[in-house]
């Protein structure tokens, strides 16, 4: 029932941007925390950022920040992902996940819903 979908991967160049969407559908939580995961093949999964329910609550991870911006939307029930001055090194599939409880805060990891991912290619 509950369903994360995550669109707007694509082929880029490096130096270019993308925008990442994530819609969140199926469910009732008031108070949720999204996060933005990556994982490339044959490497561990990678927390990207993450942003609170209230929006105040934003964590990056220091290969990004600078570079990506996390917002969402709670009315649309959607979260996005601003990535610009993309690297070779950020070319991975991005998830988004869900944690219930993330009023306040997002750096938890306590997430428990996941969508499928999409895929990021930064190259030349």
């Known amino acids: 029932q509950l369903q994360l979908v995550e669109s707007g991967g694509g082929l880029v160049q490096p130096g270019g941007s993308l925008r990442l969407s994530c819609a969140a559908s199926?469910?009732?939580?008031?108070?949720?925390?999204i996060g933005w995961f990556r994982q490339a093949p044959g490497k561990e999964r990678e927390g990207v950022s993450c942003?609170?329910?209230?929006?105040?609550?934003?964590d990056y991870a220091s290969s990004v920040n600078g570079r990506f911006t996390i917002s969402r939307d709670n009315d649309k029930n959607t979260v996005y992902l601003q990535m610009n001055s993309l690297k070779p090194e950020d070319t991975a599939n991005y998830y988004c996940?869900?944690?219930?409880?993330?009023?306040?805060?997002?750096?938890?990891?306590?997430?428990?819903?996941w969508g499928q991912g999409t895929q990021v290619t930064v190259s030349s």
């Open positions: 942003i609170s329910s209230d929006g105040r609550g934003i």
């Open positions: 996940a869900l944690d219930p409880n993330g009023l306040r805060t997002c750096n938890r990891h306590e997430y428990e819903y």
């Open positions: 199926g469910f009732t939580y008031e108070h949720y925390a």
